[in-house]
């Protein structure tokens, strides 16, 4: 099953909002040298995100083809 999102380095950029309620993303991505690893660059740690429902499904499609690409060979 192809994944909706390449995530492969450098990965995708999903907005959401955060607590003081500017704009926000955190940046999905697998690097080619630890494809078993996800990551997920966040905003600062000293603010909660705010997600709407369409950003959370975003988020939600996004993390789904990290997971099936997670472990793939290159």
Known sequence: MPSKYNVRHPGV????????GCSSSL???????????????TPTV???????????VQLRDVLTSAVQTG???W
């Open 46 to 56: 000293f603010h909660r995100t705010v997600w709407t429902v369409e950003q959370a």
């Open 27 to 41: 940046l999905v991505w697998i690097s080619r040298w630890t494809p078993e690893l996800i990551r997920i660059e």
């Open 13 to 20: 950029r999903v907005w959401c909002g955060n607590e003081s």
């Open 71 to 73: 472990g793939e060979s």
